[in-house]
């Protein structure tokens, strides 16, 4: 370059170059810089657009959280329902006892007792069949007493008593119930009709019924 007043001598030409030079690494650096950071806007960009997106992601796990709860108690008849009620009551109701599928035994006290005691009784009953089954024992068996040769009946536990509530109970497959019995040692007759009369010393025996469900007799004897 000229100046006006001549030739520039060597040392402005050089100063004046490395200005030059100066000015363009400076520009270079600018252009550096802003590809630099037109770069980075990309990138912080997309770092958003993956936090958006996984914030999305993440609200279908909380709604999920929240909807077994909400079915659950939209739908009370579902699954939870079934393994609350677990109680007798809602499982499917056993078949009734039939006389056949029932068994009594009987059981004195002891062999013999004294006039004006009172014999104890016992008798099991025994599901003999091989399902559940269900049977009305709010009565309980009866027991009944006889004498030896079984043609006079002279006491019965249900003569005297008044009807019991109904009471159904649930035998499983040979299940047993066991009853107790205490007899005055007097007379009765159905309905507790005419007197009650002391039975004299003897022998005798005793049997337990249930409906048509009869036990095998026990003997016993009454010394005077």
Same mark, same amino acid.
């Given at each position: 370059?000229?100046?006006?007043?001549?030739?520039?001598?060597?040392?402005?030409?050089?100063?004046?170059?490395?200005?030059?030079?100066?000015?363009?690494?400076?520009?270079?650096?600018?252009?550096?810089?802003?590809?630099?950071?037109? $770069?980075? +806007?990309?990138?912080?960009?997309?770092?958003?657009? *993956? @936090?958006? =997106?996984?914030?999305?992601? %993440?609200? &279908?796990?909380?709604?999920?959280?929240?909807?077994?709860?909400?079915?659950?108690?939209?739908?009370?008849?579902?699954?939870?329902?079934?393994?609350?009620?677990?109680?007798?009551?809602?499982?499917?109701?056993?078949?009734?006892?039939?006389?056949?599928?029932?068994?009594?035994?009987?059981?004195?006290?002891?062999?013999?007792?004294?006039?004006?005691?009172?014999? $104890?009784? +016992?008798?099991?009953?025994?599901?003999?069949?091989? *399902? @559940?089954? =269900?049977?009305?024992?709010? %009565?309980? &068996?009866?027991?009944?007493?006889?004498?030896?040769?079984?043609?006079?009946?002279?006491?019965?536990?249900?003569?005297?008593?008044?009807?019991?509530?109904?009471?159904?109970?649930?035998?499983?497959?040979?299940?047993?119930?066991?009853?107790?019995?205490?007899?005055?040692?007097?007379?009765?007759?159905?309905?507790?009709?005419?007197?009650?009369?002391?039975?004299? $010393?003897?022998?005798?025996?005793?049997?337990?019924?249930?409906? *048509?469900?009869? =036990?095998?007799?026990?003997?016993?004897?009454?010394?005077?």
């Amino acid at each position: 370059m000229l100046e006006p007043n001549g030739p520039l001598s060597p040392e402005i030409y050089w100063r004046r170059r490395a200005l030059a030079i100066g000015v363009i690494i400076v520009a270079l650096a600018i252009v550096i810089w802003l590809v630099t950071m037109v $770069a980075r +806007g990309g990138d912080s960009a997309g770092a958003d657009k *993956a @936090a958006a =997106s996984s914030t999305t992601s %993440a609200e &279908p796990s909380a709604s999920e959280t929240s909807s077994p709860s909400s079915s659950a108690l939209a739908t009370p008849s579902g699954s939870a329902t079934p393994s609350a009620t677990t109680s007798a009551a809602d499982q499917p109701a056993a078949q009734p006892c039939s006389d056949q599928s029932l068994a009594l035994k009987v059981t004195v006290g002891q062999p013999t007792y004294r006039v004006g005691d009172q014999p $104890a009784f +016992g008798t099991v009953i025994t599901n003999i069949s091989s *399902a @559940a089954c =269900s049977r009305d024992l709010g %009565a309980g &068996p009866q027991f009944l007493v006889y004498t030896l040769d079984g043609q006079r009946r002279l006491w019965a536990s249900n003569d005297c008593n008044q009807d019991a509530p109904p009471e159904m109970k649930t035998l499983k497959a040979g299940e047993q119930l066991s009853y107790k019995g205490t007899w005055f040692g007097t007379t009765s007759q159905p309905q507790c009709a005419g007197d009650r009369l002391q039975v004299p $010393a003897g022998a005798y025996m005793v049997v337990a019924q249930l409906g *048509a469900v009869r =036990s095998a007799a026990e003997p016993f004897n009454l010394a005077s």
